[in-house]
């Protein structure tokens, strides 16, 4: 286990926003830094307040308050004057709105042709999570989300691509792997993306019931003619930004050390890594980001974005026309931000490190809540459910070249970032990389009940059809399907204990 150093440990008692009783005494904070050495998942533990289990994302917790719509917008805890000079200026280019080209805005621009928005923190609002558009659609923008798109494989190259883990997807031919559905001027958007929700009732073991909404998804106004008949899609909405270099900074061997594709252990869940393509390393890596793991770090998952969702060129993606197809001329053909040299992106290597030093640093809220009788009553609900074998409650982060304030220490996240199959009710039917068309990466469930203050919603799960934690639950199958039924067996008061649980991470 990774050494930490705790000298900052002491600079919680000088915190003006620390609401926490039990961080203010001297005693208590020794035991804290005890606490971030300690082994993980002692069962004698589960139950009983874990000291340090109030600051999830380690000594990297922000201080401030977690009842703000800012909550996800503070920066690591210990980044250090100079890492705060450069969040800023990442929290710059993340909110940046990028224009086409050309533009007298040179620095801003090459947008398009095709995109689905025109900056990061239009998807991840307020560092926060996306959203379905509401029911008033086609009022309500379908910003936030958007629809993966890919066809099976036809000609031995593809496979072999497939097998080698290069690509994880065929992309669409005419519309490549995502469908924009809005474009610059001068250009046809590719189309829309619509929802129509069925309604399901699911009963308690005690004669109550909740109503689930089943999506349906359907692709209107198709400008580019029609999508090759057996298209698979996937509907994505944007995942809450924060942890992410926490995430990042976990020992690949230690997360594979929890996967058991056989189900070795006959608990019902196996949990497999994915496996996918570096275009840094140019090699094959462990997926962590994205809702099945696609991408294997945070700077990849940003150039994606940048390409796929804004049409801009990074060092990284160097596709100036995003996801423009070779059936789309008029797309490749149109002007783009580029300066005349190829080894000068859109986006350049300065600002794009900048963002990707951003998008590592923001920030896990603390846990005010967590010694509180009933919150602590819903922990030992969520491990007698099964929901922390998937759902791993702690790990300790190894080390992260320049950044000492994310390594070697104690997290809380709340997920084991590995694959697993939660059944038919989820499945998207779209495989990817390795994750079939049922398998999800275990989210992480750290900060996800300040997603209210934060968001003004709380649409959870892949699609944000889950409207509650409640109905997040009961969406699990498959692997999880033992853990959901174990809670509509629940009383009330047991399932309004586990609730408040998980609404206090
Ligand atoms: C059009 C909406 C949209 C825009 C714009 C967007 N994202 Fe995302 N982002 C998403 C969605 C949807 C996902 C999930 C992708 C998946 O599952 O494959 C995601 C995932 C991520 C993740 C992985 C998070 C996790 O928990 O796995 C990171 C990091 C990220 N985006 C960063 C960025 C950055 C940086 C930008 C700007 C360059 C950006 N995004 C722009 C929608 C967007
Ligand atoms: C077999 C592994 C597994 C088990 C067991 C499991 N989960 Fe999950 N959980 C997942 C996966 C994978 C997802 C994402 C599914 C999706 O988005 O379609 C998820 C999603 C969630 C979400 C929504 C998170 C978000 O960001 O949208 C919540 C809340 C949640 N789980 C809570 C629980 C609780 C509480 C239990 C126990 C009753 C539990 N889970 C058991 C794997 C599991």
């Not at 072999?160 to 031919?173: D, F, G, S, T, Y």
Request: glycine share 10%; aromatic share 8%; proline share 7%.
């Amino acid at each position: 286990m990774a050494k930490i150093d705790t000298s900052d440990i002491p600079s919680l008692r000088r915190s003006r926003f620390w609401p926490f009783g039990i961080a203010l005494t001297g005693a208590a904070v020794v035991l804290a830094a005890a606490s971030l050495a300690a082994p993980v998942d002692d069962k004698a533990s589960i139950g009983k307040f874990e000291p340090g289990e109030e600051f999830p994302g380690g000594t990297a917790t922000t201080r401030q308050s977690r009842d703000h719509v800012n909550a996800f917008s503070h920066f690591s805890n210990g980044i250090g004057f100079e890492g705060e000079a450069r969040f800023k200026l990442g929290n710059a280019i993340f909110r940046k709105e990028w224009v086409s080209s050309p533009a007298s805005t040179k620095a801003s621009d090459g947008l398009g042709p095709l995109y689905n928005a025109r900056g990061c923190q239009s998807c991840h609002l307020k560092d926060g999570r996306g959203h379905p558009p509401a029911a008033n659609w086609p009022d309500d923008d379908a910003i936030s989300m958007f629809l993966r798109l890919s066809v099976s494989p036809s000609t031995d190259q593809e496979r072999q691509l497939l097998k080698e883990r290069r690509v994880n997807v065929i992309a669409e031919p005419t519309y490549g792997g995502q469908l924009q559905d809005i474009a610059i001027k001068g250009h046809a958007a590719e189309g829309h993306m619509k929802i129509t929700y069925e309604d399901v009732p699911v009963p308690f073991a005690d004669g109550t019931s909740v109503t689930l909404r089943k999506p349906s998804y359907e692709i209107t106004d198709l400008a580019y003619g029609p999508l090759q008949p057996d298209v698979m899609t996937s509907p994505r909405i944007a995942p809450p930004m924060i942890g992410l270099g926490l995430l990042e900074a976990i020992p690949e061997e230690v997360i594979r050390a929890n996967a058991d594709p056989d189900d070795a252990n006959g608990d019902g869940i196996s949990g497999r890594a994915q496996e996918v393509w570096s275009l840094r390393d140019r090699d094959v890596r462990l997926g962590r980001f994205g809702w099945k793991g696609g991408t294997p770090s945070v700077a990849q998952q940003s150039a994606e974005a940048f390409a796929g969702d804004m049409g801009l060129s990074t060092s990284l993606v160097p596709k100036s026309s995003g996801d423009c197809t070779a059936a789309q001329a008029v797309c490749l053909d149109a002007p783009n931000g580029n300066s005349p040299k190829p080894s000068d992106p859109e986006v350049g290597d300065q600002l794009f490190d900048l963002l990707v030093f951003y998008s590592q640093n923001l920030a896990v809220p603390g846990r005010p809540n967590a010694s509180e009788p009933l919150v602590l009553e819903g922990k030992v609900k969520f491990h007698e459910l099964g929901c922390a074998a998937c759902h791993i409650p702690s790990f300790t982060t190894g080390e992260v070249s320049g950044q000492p304030h994310l390594s070697g220490h104690r997290i809380w996240p709340y997920t084991d970032l590995l694959l697993h199959d939660m059944g038919e009710g989820l499945a998207d039917g779209r495989p990817e990389g390795l994750a079939s068309g049922q398998e999800w990466r275990t989210p992480p469930l750290w900060g996800i009940g300040a997603t209210e203050v934060v968001s003004g919603h709380t649409n959870f799960l892949h699609d944000g059809r889950a409207r509650n934690v409640e109905e997040a639950i009961l969406w699990h199958g498959g692997e999880a399907q033992a853990a959901r039924d174990a809670y509509t067996q629940l009383s009330k008061d047991q399932r309004d204990a586990l609730l408040a649980f998980v609404n206090s991470l």
